[in-house]
């Protein structure tokens, strides 16, 4: 894969907005195929089983159990302040019997996804275009394949396949925990009991929303996975390149996460 220098000289001198433009659009097409590619490696080695399995524990450690704690407590004030507002509005319309159907369709196909890949791509996604960079500006990248190692293999395969469980586990680990929160708020806030909202629950929530809730936790992680490692292996440069690419990641995979969430709902919205 050609190299992608974190900016040019020309780049960082221009104030010209235009210009500015233009370079993002050149360095977002050229990650994009860079993406492309690396996903066709990736998911090969994965599907032969050619990637090294105690490093894909290591990284689901790093990338899942390592991020528990923050997901939690992030999806949990999400939903106490979504369940807090949605109750007082459906009890002034008199429609408090809905409040766990609405919270829980909220949760499931989108706070849940949203919440641990958001949290996922900055801690995670940052860190890995850092290492990666680091790597690359080092040369141990460049020695990797004089021992004819194949970074993607050696480096992507393994945090993929990791993320390709955990960040779908942290996704779910997110849903229940912002359930929670709905029925503490609609008990506290509505005086709705835990079963009236658990049987909306029951009534709203279809079988098609826990697919669109995982469909969107896997691209997640494709997009937290794949992009962080592109622009890590893809950044030639100096100790100052190291901090751009990881800026890129972030920036990056934030904005592809919500674009395809988008997509996502639009593509699978039905009538219930």
């Not at 860190?127 to 990248?141: D, F, G, N, R, Y």
């Not at 794949?226 to 990881?246: K, P, Q």
Request: one cysteine or more.
């Amino acid at each position: 894969m050609g190299s992608m220098t974190a900016a040019t000289p020309q780049t960082r001198k221009s104030h010209n907005p235009l210009i500015y433009v233009e370079n993002q659009f050149d360095i977002g097409l050229r990650l994009i195929g860079q993406v492309l590619i690396m996903f066709w490696q990736t998911m090969g080695y994965i599907l032969r089983g050619q990637f090294d399995l105690h490093e894909a524990f290591r990284q689901g450690y790093m990338i899942g159990v390592k991020s528990f704690f923050v997901v939690g407590i992030t999806a949990l004030f999400t939903g106490l302040a979504m369940s807090l507002q949605i109750s007082r509005e459906l009890v002034t319309f008199g429609a408090d019997t809905a409040i766990g159907g609405v919270v829980s369709l909220a949760l499931i196909r989108e706070i849940g996804p949203i919440t641990a890949g958001v949290i996922v791509a900055g801690r995670v996604g940052s860190s890995i275009a850092a290492e990666l960079t680091t790597m690359m500006v080092t040369e141990q990248i460049d020695a990797l394949k004089v021992m004819r190692v194949d970074p993607v293999k050696f480096l992507v395969a393994p945090r993929y396949a990791a993320a390709l469980i955990v960040i779908p586990a942290l996704s779910t680990y997110a849903m229940f925990a912002g359930l929670g929160a709905g029925i503490l708020i609609a008990k506290t806030a509505a005086n709705v009991s835990p079963d009236t909202f658990l049987d909306s629950v029951k009534q709203t929530i279809l079988d098609r929303d826990f697919a669109v809730h995982y469909l969107k936790s896997i691209i997640n992680a494709t997009i937290i996975i794949l992009f962080s490692c592109a622009i890590g292996l893809n950044t030639r440069g100096g100790a100052e390149d190291v901090g751009i690419a990881t800026t890129r990641a972030i920036v990056w995979t934030m904005i592809s996460i919500f674009i395809f969430n988008y997509i996502i709902t639009a593509l699978t919205y039905a009538p219930r």
